[in-house]
């Protein structure tokens, strides 16, 4: 009779331990591509290249979640990028893309550790080549120009109310008192509206004691049918006379079947020296299945006499030598990218 009992108990018991469970994925992207760079340098000849990561960072992560009950979940998250073309990870760090801990309900969602900050998401939101691409306007982020990534951060996003979105986070520098905090503050505001989207951008850095980094991002987008239209501007203006930094991109896509189409001209500017690169990006995509896709890119930019600009893609920057003022880089390539 005991152990009757005690078989019952247990029973009981497991839908509850089963409901605690926490759902665990792995997911990831292999991406590769052949291509010929010319960086038009004076004395340095075009190469041929295998490069990881063009259309979209080749990357493995793991997430989960954890339903607490009353609608209130935790989450995680661990991402890692890679490089396809030698296998080595990602020189930042091995979980440097995301890493994460939080809460999610009602409220909203709360994350800590390593996250995307506030303007991250509207730049995203807003690039005409899906983020990805030679010419996609993740130039904008980098040494002297935007913050993309946050660590030692906490993160807030709220849930849609009415279609709008709000965003904030904050990132410790860790440093002593006697220094500037090193810290970051920023927020976000998105829109959502069927095929409409606008959302806006502002981080402030406390960098140096004379004063603070401000960056900023504005970006649009309407898609009607299979067409898609969308645009950023983003700005860096870092403590100092004429370190101010600016990227603007506009574009689209075009949806035929297995076919998708992309067009877009970007343009960088460096107040210092009034440094100027204009430049344009074609690129095509077949998808194969659901989770596999070949594609072709061809982006080139014209630089001023001032101008040093590169091209930047999903996996990394190609650009000229630091001394090749003027020199305009030009890029092609074929790829193929598997997501799991």
């Given at each position: ?121 509207v730049v995203q939101a ?183 600009f590169g091209l930047t ?28």
């Amino acid at each position: 009779m005991k152990k009757t009992s005690l078989a019952i108990a247990l029973l009981s018991i497991l839908p509850l331990a089963a409901h605690a469970q926490t759902n665990v994925t792995i997911y990831g992207i292999a991406d590769a591509s052949v291509g010929r760079e010319d960086t038009d340098a004076p004395g340095v000849g075009a190469r041929t290249v295998i490069s990881s990561g063009t259309q979209s960072t080749s990357r493995i992560g793991f997430r989960g979640t954890e339903d607490l009950g009353n609608g209130l979940k935790a989450l995680f998250n661990f991402e890692a990028g890679l490089a396809l073309d030698t296998g080595a990870q990602d020189a930042a760090g091995l979980f440097q893309r995301r890493a994460v801990v939080g809460l999610q309900g009602a409220f909203g969602t709360v994350t800590v550790g390593r996250e995307y900050g506030p303007i991250a998401a509207v730049v995203q939101a807003s690039d005409p080549l899906g983020h990805g691409f030679y010419g996609s306007n993740l130039g904008s982020f980098g040494a002297n120009r935007l913050t993309r990534r946050l660590s030692n951060s906490v993160n807030y996003k709220s849930e849609s109310i009415a279609g709008f979105t709000g965003l904030a986070a904050y990132s410790a520098g860790e440093r002593n008192e006697s220094e500037p905090s090193g810290d970051l503050a920023g927020a976000a505001l998105e829109y959502r509206n069927g095929p409409v989207y606008v959302g806006a951008g502002y981080q402030r850095v406390e960098r140096l004691a004379t004063g603070d980094d401000k960056e900023f991002a504005f970006g649009a987008g309407l898609t009607f049918g299979a067409f898609e239209v969308r645009g950023s501007y983003s700005e860096a203006d870092l403590t100092g006379p004429n370190n101010e930094f600016k990227y603007l991109i506009l574009g689209g896509n075009y949806t035929l079947g297995a076919n998708k189409f992309f067009v877009a001209a970007h343009q960088q500017r460096q107040e210092a020296g009034n440094g100027r690169g204009k430049g344009f990006t074609l690129a095509y995509s077949y998808t194969l299945s659901k989770r596999t896709n070949l594609y072709s890119t061809y982006a080139r930019v014209n630089n001023n006499g001032t101008g040093n600009f590169g091209l930047t893609s999903a996996g990394g920057t190609f650009a000229p030598p630091a001394t090749a003022f003027g020199a305009d880089p030009s890029v092609f390539n074929v790829g193929v990218r598997h997501s799991f």
